[in-house]
């Protein structure tokens, strides 16, 4: 399996700008989440999709993100409009059936800077 | 809520030395704990995890971890560290949804020849 796969890997833009997270799951799995990893904060939940459904949203920091799951494989985390503060390494991780405690299987992470 | 404290946020260590990175929960209800792992530049994964059953755990890469209720403690061992160690570790909890994970702060592990 190519496991959860992130696009971009590294993101620069200038503040202001608009900035889309993408995110495949492995095939099969069906719960989704967004994680947001800081040095000041450490890593935080920010959102998570059960069915494409979002269960828990209440990790969002602002009504400047959102997180859509159209299909059971795409996921997008956009930041409208983004700022430095934003600038972090965003995760996306996957798990089967939710049950039990499934290990979450984490992408490579998306590094954005804000300028 | 759960949450986790991970008490040393750098440990350096010789290599084939032994290592402990110490991790403390705090939760009303039963939970779940896990370790994971994350190298430079890449996701995290995961070491072991305890849902319940022997409080001695262990997981990849020579790694055991023991639960200790009354300590409210899950820390994780290794009796001889490699160089390829060398990485930011998380403790991590969650309730029986098994769903959502909080995550302690980290500890960087740093083997040294």
């Known amino acids: 399996d190519a496991g959860v796969i992130q696009s971009p890997r590294h993101e620069v833009t200038e503040m202001g700008q608009e900035v889309t997270l993408r995110c495949k799951p492995i095939?099969?799995?069906?719960?989704l989440f967004w994680y947001r990893q800081t040095m000041m904060r450490g890593l935080e939940l920010l959102i998570y999709?059960?069915?494409?459904?979002?269960?828990?949203d209440s990790g969002m920091p602002e009504d400047r993100f959102s997180a859509k799951m159209p299909n059971a494989s795409f996921s997008t985390l956009k930041i409208q409009p983004s700022e430095p503060r934003d600038s972090a390494v965003y995760f996306c991780?996957?798990?089967?059936?939710?049950?039990?405690?499934?290990?979450?299987?984490f992408g490579d992470g998306t590094r954005l800077s804000i300028l | 809520a759960q949450s986790v404290t991970q008490l040393d946020s750098q440990v350096p260590v010789f290599e084939e030395a032994p290592v402990e990175l110490r991790c403390n929960y705090s939760?009303?209800?039963?939970?779940?704990l896990f370790w994971y792992v994350q190298y430079p530049n890449q996701g995290l994964q995961l070491l072991l995890k305890?849902?319940?059953?022997?409080?001695l755990v262990k997981g990849i890469n020579g790694f055991e971890a023991e639960f200790n209720k009354s300590q409210t403690s899950f820390h994780l061992r290794k009796p001889s560290v490699h160089i390829s160690d060398t990485a930011e570790y998380f403790c991590?909890?969650?309730?029986?949804?098994?769903?959502?994970?909080?995550f302690g702060k980290g500890t960087s592990l740093l083997v040294t020849p």
């Open positions: 991780a996957s798990i089967a059936d939710g049950g039990n405690a499934q290990p979450q299987h």
């Open positions: 991590a909890v969650s309730d029986y949804s098994g769903y959502a994970l909080n």
């Open positions: 095939s099969g799995h069906n719960s």
């Open positions: 999709f059960n069915n494409n459904v979002p269960i828990d």
């Open positions: 305890y849902l319940s059953g022997s409080t």
């Open positions: 939760s009303s209800v039963s939970v779940y």
